[in-house]
Each structure stands twice: as structure tokens, then as C-alpha cells.
């Protein structure tokens, strides 16, 4: 009797053997795929940079060689076996890429061009992304009402604002560096993006909440919202790295057999950051990157050097890969996902709205900006025009419109996600392709040294010359608002007092009196921008 039992459970048991063995095979299968993508990613990216073939950036190159890969897998017999190792996961994407590349991000920040270009980096970023989005979802929602595109309703339209006002410029950032431009050009750029991310994620969530909420018409309660959010998540991340400031500062772990334990503890803090501002319902995308910015500029001075050179680069690499990893993700998914293409209006005048957007919030931005500069020290309009075609969507923009198909009921997170992919590809491939020549019309290729006067200025605090001027004559509004400009431009250099003389000597091991850019002098000293899977790079 129990030969029998055994003999009628043997097939069960080698057909669950078998089973296994070839879900072990699949796996090991996707995982030599991934790698092997990841490979001809990077070996791609060298020939072309090499090449100064700049019509088919790094980016665009992973992005390519994951929809060549998900297009073929749609046509052979290996779909379901590939779309298990390769569907594109948005907590995956946040939880464990997305915060090594932001991190990075603050982490590689070169102090003295940022913060020369402090106001403008957080009006572009903060004010910007704002109109950005609200531009974009007016937009969206009047073309409903007259019926030119698909009909959302309001917070929707928001919410899809919020998400393709999220900006990832590397690969337009990779050639600005190739060709040699201004480097105020670079920083501005550069500057935006980090802090883009932040507050479109903060902005989409926010708008969420009020949909989930029944909130959503209090404008001024959305507004509340964002800046709880954001200003929390901020000061979130800014606590975390002044931690680890002190602790570094005084615990003694630079002796040498600490190295190992000195760096093991400054790769969790990121993580810790990020972690605590998630469980406590903020954003730990904006924890992160400020972590990132104050562990630089307080925490890596007190590191030994051994543990400065291994975490320089581990960041470096793990963001690296992240990168390549994200984009090739994304082009499988692109290849493979269904889209809804039931609404392909909406997909064209989105995009020509994310433009108009666009426009609004860079020259707007840059008029205000530059009422409260002298003429010498202004952005110049190629410089804005530049900033304007910069705005490419990528993974973040790409993973809030995957986590709007499950935010959003009824289709109306397909028809979202459909126009973001849409966008995604077209700015990553068409306008990141053009992105030499539009620097070669605009005339910027090269020019590194034709506004440099502006860092000097501004961190010399040489422009409390012109802040001073008497505008008493003709006490206009015009002029009114322009002095209150200036006055509240000067706040920048006041900062800086205030970083020099306390919080250095406060929280690092050296002296407020030495030069900011002994900071830096590292083996990350420059303005990295690991968000691709190349490395570039913009000394200081």
C-alpha cells in the first residue's frame, strides 16, 4: 500500500522537480540577459564617446538596446519569461535604483558653482517645476473641455502635470560636458534636475492624496500640503547628515583598522535617511538628496582618506549602474508593455502642452531672476532657450506614470502612462540626439569663460555693490519689487557667512577660515553626474 502511494506521488514530486529546474533556468537565463545588456550598455556608450557620434547619446543607447531586446522577445516564444525578469516595477525603481542615482546627485554637487547659482538653481526647481505642472495640467484639462483630447478630471490632469514636469537631463548634460559649455550653463542645469525630481514626486503624491482625499479644490490646502511634504522631507534628510557629521566627527573611526567600519556606516546613513522619510509618510526621494549635499559638505571632510577614495567611488559606480540599469528596464518595458493607443490626441497635444509648460516655467523664471541681477551678471536668452530644450523626460517621469495605472481607475492611468512613454521616448531620443546641434546654433559650444564673472561676483559677495544702489527715485512698484529681489538675493552670500563661521567649524574637522574648495579636493572633486552609464565629469 505504501509502494503504491509512493509510486502515484513520484510523478508529482519530478513534476515539481522539473518545474523547479526550469524556473531556475529562466532565472539564470534573465539574469545572464541583464547582464549582457548592461555590458554592451556601457561598451556602447564608450565607442560613441569616443566617436563624438553625439546623435545617440549613452542614454539613448541603454534605452535602445532595451526595446531592440523587449521587441524581440514580443515576437518569439520567450515573452513570459523575459517579461518576468524584466517588467518594469516602480517600488523596485524607488526603493533600491532610484536612491543610489539621487544620492549621488547631491553627494557630487561641487559647492562653489551650485551655490553661486543658488537662487537660480531654486527657482527653476521649486517656482519652475510649479508652474511646470500646473501650466501642464490646466492645459490638459481645458483640452478635455473642449473636447481636443481625452477628458480627465481636474486633480488627474494634476497629477499627470506633476508627473512629466519630473526632468532628466543626462544626456543633454553628457554633451554639454563633451563640447565644453559655460560653466554656469552646466550648473543651472544640473541644479534643476536634482532638485526636480524632489519636488515632482512631492507634488505628484500630493496631488494624490488630495484625489484619495475628496480635497483636491482647496488650492491653497494643496499648496499647504506640498510645502508639509517637501519642507519636511527637506529637513528630514538635512537632520540625517548633520548626524553623521558628528559622528564621524568625534567617534575616532579614521584609525586604520576603522576604515572598513568608517565606510560601512557612511553608505547606510543614505539609506537610513531614505528609509526614515518613507516610514514617517514623507518623501524619501528629497530625504536622500539633501543627505546627499550636507554628508558632502560637513560628513566626507571627516573621513580618512582611504574611506574618501572608496566612497567616492562606490557612489560613483553604484549610480552608474543604476542608471543603465533604469533606462534598460525602461526600454524593455517600452517594447513590451501594451499601450493604449485608443487616445492618440491626447498623446500629441501633450506633448505640445509639456512644451508651452516648459517655456513658461524657464522664461518666467528667468525675467524674475533676472530683475534682481545687473546687467553684466543676467542670464542671457541663449542661455534660457538652452535650458528650455534641456527639459528631456526620463525614469522618474516613466515611474509615476506606471504607479498612475494603479492610482488612477477606469483607464485613465493606461491613457497617462501611454503619453509619458510616448514623451519619454521622443525627448530622449529626438531632442537628446539634437542636443549638439542645438548648442552649436545657440552659439554656447565652448564658450566656458564668457559669464565665469558671475561665480566670482556671487562668492566674492562683490554684488552688494549694486544692492545697495539708491532706487528711491521714481518709488515705483517695478522698482520696489526689483530692490526686494536684490535684498532677498543677498540672503545667498549671507548663508555662506554663516556656513564659513559656524556650521563648519561646528560640524567637521576643519577650520571655518579654510577655502570652500578644500572640500571638494577628493577623488569625487567635480561635478559628477553619474546619472547615465558613462562618467561625466566637470572639474571645478
Excluded at 562606490?314 to 513590451?336: C, N, R, T
Aim: with cysteine; hydrophobic share 45%; aromatic share 12%.
Amino acid at each position: 500500500m505504501e509502494t503504491g502511494v509512493a509510486v502515484a506521488a513520484a510523478p508529482h514530486v519530478a513534476s515539481a522537480t522539473g518545474s523547479g529546474t526550469v524556473e531556475e533556468q529562466a532565472a539564470g537565463v534573465g539574469i545572464l540577459l541583464q547582464i549582457s545588456m548592461l555590458v554592451l550598455s556601457f561598451v556602447l556608450g564608450h565607442i560613441l564617446r569616443r566617436r563624438k557620434f553625439y546623435y545617440i547619446p549613452e542614454a539613448s543607447g541603454s534605452l535602445l538596446i532595451g526595446m531592440i531586446v523587449g521587441g524581440l522577445a514580443n515576437i518569439s516564444n520567450t515573452q513570459k519569461n523575459i517579461r518576468r525578469w524584466f517588467n518594469f516595477r516602480e517600488d523596485f525603481f524607488l526603493l533600491f535604483l532610484l536612491p543610489p542615482i539621487i544620492f549621488q546627485s547631491g553627494f557630487s554637487l561641487a559647492p562653489k558653482p551650485f551655490f553661486s547659482n543658488f537662487d537660480a538653481i531654486i527657482t527653476f526647481a521649486i517656482l519652475g517645476t510649479f508652474i511646470a505642472s500646473i501650466v501642464t495640467g490646466l492645459l490638459v484639462y481645458l483640452g478635455g473641455l473642449l473636447y481636443i483630447v481625452y477628458r480627465l478630471p481636474l486633480v488627474e490632469c494634476m497629477m499627470f502635470g506633476a508627473l512629466v514636469s519630473a526632468t532628466d537631463p543626462v544626456t543633454v548634460l553628457s554633451i554639454f560636458q563633451e563640447l565644453g559649455t559655460d560653466t554656469n550653463l552646466y550648473a543651472l542645469v544640473f541644479g534643476e534636475s536634482v532638485l526636480n525630481d524632489a519636488v515632482a514626486i512631492s507634488l505628484y503624491r500630493t496631488m494624490a492624496s488630495m484625489r484619495t482625499h475628496h480635497s483636491g479644490k482647496n488650492f491653497f490646502l494643496v499648496i499647504l500640503r506640498f510645502l508639509e511634504n517637501f519642507v519636511g522631507s527637506m529637513s528630514s534628510g538635512i537632520g540625517v547628515g548633520l548626524i553623521s557629521a558628528l559622528l564621524f566627527k568625534y567617534a575616532a573611526l579614521g584609525v586604520e583598522n576603522l576604515h572598513n567600519l568608517e565606510s560601512c556606516l557612511f553608505v547606510l546613513f543614505p539609506y537610513f535617511s531614505y528609509m526614515l522619510a518613507e516610514g514617517i509618510g514623507l518623501s524619501g526621494i528629497v530625504s536622500i538628496l539633501f543627505t546627499g549635499i550636507v554628508m558632502k559638505r560637513y560628513t566626507f571632510s571627516n573621513l580618512s582618506d582611504d574611506s574618501q577614495h572608496f566612497t567616492a567611488r562606490f557612489f560613483h559606480l553604484l549610480s552608474s549602474l543604476a542608471e543603465a540599469f533604469v533606462f534598460i528596464y525602461m526600454g524593455v518595458d517600452i517594447a513590451m508593455e501594451r499601450q493604449s493607443w485608443s487616445h492618440i490626441g491626447f498623446i500629441f497635444f501633450s506633448i505640445i502642452f509639456i512644451l508651452l509648460a516648459r517655456a513658461a516655467n524657464v522664461f518666467s523664471c528667468a525675467y524674475i531672476l533676472n530683475l534682481a541681477r545687473p546687467p553684466h551678471c543676467q542670464i542671457p536668452r541663449q542661455y534660457q532657450q538652452a535650458l528650455w530644450y534641456s527639459g528631456l523626460r526620463g525614469a522618474m517621469a516613466f515611474a509615476l506614470a506606471l504607479q498612475s495605472v494603479h492610482d488612477l481607475p477606469d483607464g485613465h492611468g493606461e491613457t497617462i502612462f501611454t503619453a509619458t512613454t510616448s514623451i519619454v521616448v521622443l525627448t530622449v531620443l529626438l531632442i537628446g540626439g539634437s542636443t549638439g546641434t542645438m548648442l552649436e546654433a545657440l552659439q554656447v559650444v565652448g564658450d566656458s569663460t564668457r559669464y565665469h564673472q558671475l561665480y566670482e561676483e556671487n562668492s566674492n559677495g562683490n554684488e552688494i555693490g549694486y544692492m545697495g544702489q539708491n532706487y528711491d527715485e521714481g518709488a515705483s512698484t517695478s522698482s520696489k519689487f526689483r530692490s526686494k529681489l536684490r535684498d532677498l538675493r543677498r540672503s545667498t552670500s549671507s548663508f555662506a557667512l554663516l556656513d564659513k563661521n559656524y556650521l563648519t567649524p561646528i560640524f567637521t574637522l576643519r577650520n571655518g577660515d579654510c577655502d570652500d574648495d578644500s572640500t571638494t579636493e577628493s577623488p569625487n572633486e567635480e561635478l559628477t553626474v553619474s546619472r547615465g552609464p558613462g562618467d561625466l565629469e566637470v572639474h571645478d
